[in-house]
């Protein structure tokens, strides 16, 4: 195959908007998928040629639409026959509501009775068919002409027949209003001449009104198609923000971490130790405001005077040790210088303690 023959990708990207958007399930092709495959352009192009836009191949299309118009066909006829069936039923009924009416003429009871007659007959006889008579017994033992016997005369029927078009007309008439007052509640006012010439109108009105809703069906489709194709873009761009995100985040932050811990740390570290040293401040301030220059110096002296107190008691204590040491020996003599080793050296213990608490109130 000659290179020529190959899709640029300004066609490929054509052939993505033009024929996967419309033939194709969605699909996400991008420029960089056509320029890896360049006989998947030409693929798509033509089988766009064999397909039709719902997907279909052209000979499953024309058979599709030929099916579609037979069912068309065949729904009319049996819609004609269904609606002159109720219209005719509806009649009845509308008939029976209205016995207890005395304004009801002879006239028209025999019509009614004529049609009611009528009816039951020709849908008894629809029962009998041509595989019934063989292989069903006949129903009540009866035969079709044993129906048809029950017919109403001919001429009560030509009768019925001859009315019977101008109350259908009137009835699907006045249907035609109904509809049409509910499609345009303000027809409800109009005369039935202009109501007549609406409803002559109406079906190309519903008809444009359904091909809006087509449109507005299609044009939905194509929003959908390009909803997703978007969403996947935005799904893409965000994939790759997400891999620049983590790209910074290993490169940036987290080489730079270790460095703001320790940066973090001094900072804390400093802050601690000022901290400290603020507690001692205010601590010596305290001290300060609460021990005067003139409450020091007598607490100087008084410190003196109890130290050289302590010691005039310890050198007497020692005396009194010495002279123990000689007395020793002595009964009652002795007993009575314990006595006052004893008293020395307690006087000598509590001023000692009167000097330790001086000293810790001074500090």
């Not at 299309?61 to 509806?90: F, G, N, P, Y």
């Not at 009560?156 to 109904?178: G, H, I, S």
């Not at 303000?186 to 007549?196: F, G, I, P, R, V």
């Not at 799904?235 to 940066?263: F, G, N, P, Y």
Request: a negative charge; aromatic letters at 6%; hydrophobic letters at 35%.
């Amino acid at each position: 195959m000659a290179s020529g023959d190959f899709c640029s990708p300004g066609e490929g990207m054509e052939i993505l908007q033009q024929v996967c958007s419309k033939q194709f399930p969605p699909c996400n092709l991008r420029e960089e998928d056509l320029l890896q495959n360049p006989y998947f352009s030409k693929l798509l192009l033509s089988l766009s040629q064999h397909m039709d836009e719902s997907g279909l191949s052209l000979i499953l299309a024309k058979e599709q639409a030929q099916a579609w118009k037979d069912i068309r066909l065949h729904k009319t006829t049996w819609l004609r026959s269904e609606i002159l069936q109720r219209v005719i039923q509806e009649l009845l009924v509308d008939y029976y509501v209205k016995t207890q009416d005395t304004n009801l003429t002879s006239e028209d009871k025999k019509f009614h009775e004529t049609l009611e007659q009528r009816l039951l007959v020709t849908e008894l006889t629809h029962l009998f068919g041509p595989s019934q008579e063989r292989e069903i017994p006949p129903l009540l033992g009866l035969e079709k002409a044993d129906l048809l016997e029950l017919m109403p005369p001919s001429e009560d029927f030509v009768r019925m027949r001859a009315r019977l078009q101008l109350e259908v007309e009137e009835q699907l008439k006045r249907k035609c209003f109904t509809l049409l007052c509910y499609h345009d509640p303000n027809s409800d006012a109009d005369s039935e001449t202009l109501k007549a010439a609406k409803v002559w109108k109406l079906a190309e009105v519903l008809v444009g009104e359904k091909q809006q809703c087509q449109d507005a069906k299609s044009q939905q489709k194509e929003q959908l198609v390009l909803l997703e194709k978007k969403s996947a873009t935005y799904s893409q761009v965000l994939l790759r923000c997400l891999a620049l995100l983590q790209r910074l985040l290993q490169e940036h932050r987290l080489k730079t971490q270790s460095e703001l811990d320790r940066i973090n740390a001094q900072y804390l570290e400093i802050k601690c130790s000022a901290m400290i040293l603020k507690l001692r401040m205010e601590e010596l301030k305290i001290l300060s405001d609460t021990y005067t220059a003139e409450k020091v110096e007598v607490h100087r002296l008084i410190r003196d005077r109890l130290e050289g107190a302590i010691r005039l008691q310890e050198q007497d204590m020692e005396k009194s040790r010495q002279v123990l040491n000689t007395y020793e020996v002595l009964g009652e003599e002795f007993d009575r210088l314990v006595k006052e080793y004893t008293q020395l050296k307690q006087a000598t213990e509590n001023k000692r303690w009167a000097l330790q608490e001086f000293n810790k109130a001074y500090h």
